[in-house]
């Protein structure tokens, strides 16, 4: 069976919906920069995600410099393709803007949606990256609080290499019916 053999074709002309269906995590790149236009356009739709009480408590770091990609690979362990994407981008959360009581930890789910919105933009843009997890591991947050010299406002989330695809890569199968349940 074809990945997308279930879905209608209606829905399969639909690109917004293909390139969710399409994404994939991107860890190689080809030795291209990516524009800053680019860069924007990823920035604009990593804005544009659902916050809780709208308090949109995202801060974003862009690195291009070729010594701080390296600096975060090697301060992470599952971040070792940042070396050679032409960019990165680090999802902050910032303190000043998190709900307080029982909602203090939307800012992670908030974060989430803006970070997904990042993976999406870049690839409907033709271009790949990867989630890294930074958040909730003090070994990780630490090194790159001191590398990016980040205030102590902000805790980096996650780290995202950005950049051209070195291969094409297929979509994966994903879908599991056995995991979806019907309320009655």
């Not at 939307?106 to 970070?115: G, K, M, P, R, V």
């Not at 870049?122 to 630490?142: F, K, M, N, Q």
Request: hydrophobic share 45%.
């Amino acid at each position: 069976m074809k990945i997308y053999d279930e879905i209608p074709e209606s829905i399969r002309e639909n690109k917004a919906f293909m390139n969710i269906m399409n994404r994939r995590s991107v860890r190689r790149y080809a030795a291209r920069p990516v524009s800053d236009d680019q860069i924007s356009a990823i920035l604009h739709a990593a804005m544009s995600a659902p916050s809780g009480v709208n308090k949109q408590p995202w801060e974003f770091v862009v690195i291009e410099e070729k010594a701080i990609l390296k600096a975060l690979a090697d301060a992470l362990p599952y971040a070792k393709m940042t070396a050679d994407a032409p960019v990165a981008i680090v999802v902050c959360g910032n303190k000043d803007r998190f709900l307080d009581g029982i909602d203090d930890t939307l800012w992670e789910q908030d974060l989430s949606a803006s970070s997904e919105n990042i993976l999406l933009a870049a690839h409907s843009l033709g271009l790949g990256g990867v989630w890294t997890c930074i958040y909730p591991h003090p070994e990780r947050i630490e090194p790159v609080k001191n590398i990016l010299s980040l205030p102590d406002n902000l805790i980096p989330f996650n780290l995202i290499p950005i950049g051209y695809p070195a291969a094409d890569h297929d979509p994966m199968q994903k879908w599991h019916p056995d995991r979806v349940h019907i309320a009655k």
